[in-house]
Every structure is written in structure tokens, then in C-alpha cells.
């Protein structure tokens, strides 16, 4: 009876084992699925971003400059 009861408690510790040791692969999988995804959208995102224009106008009196910062043209008189 010794013998059964021993067999059993190592199979239940095997089987907690097996279990815990699936449930943190899974997790890290996870993880490491969400933080590729986060990564290649800010490669991407950074990749399409417009570059700042700049142009340079000259009439003749002071200079005028021109450029843009990314959230529209600003023109300096």
C-alpha cells in the first residue's frame, strides 16, 4: 500500500511539474510574440515618417525661410 501510495504521489508531482513547465513556456511565447510585433510596428512606423522639408526663398529683401517640422509648413516673414 506504501508502494502505490508513493507511485501515485510521484506521478501527481510529474504531472504539476509538466503542467507548470507548459504554462511558462506558453507564456513566454506569448510574450515574445507581443514584443516582436510592438518592434517590427515601430520600425515600421518610424520607417514611414516624413522627413522635414526644407526650401529657402529669396525676394529680394530679407530672407525669407520656409520648412516643415512634421506637423505642417511654417513660413517666417
Do not use: C, H, Y
Amino acid at each position: 500500500m506504501q508502494n502505490i501510495r508513493s507511485i501515485f504521489i510521484m506521478l501527481a508531482g510529474a504531472t504539476v511539474l509538466v503542467a507548470m513547465l507548459l504554462l511558462t513556456f506558453s507564456v513566454t511565447l506569448a510574450v515574445g510574440g507581443i514584443l516582436t510585433v510592438l518592434m517590427v510596428g515601430r520600425a515600421l512606423s518610424l520607417k514611414m515618417k516624413p522627413a522635414p522639408v526644407r526650401a529657402k526663398a529669396n525676394n529680394g529683401q530679407r530672407e525669407m525661410r520656409i520648412w516643415n517640422d512634421g506637423r505642417g509648413t511654417i513660413i517666417d516673414l
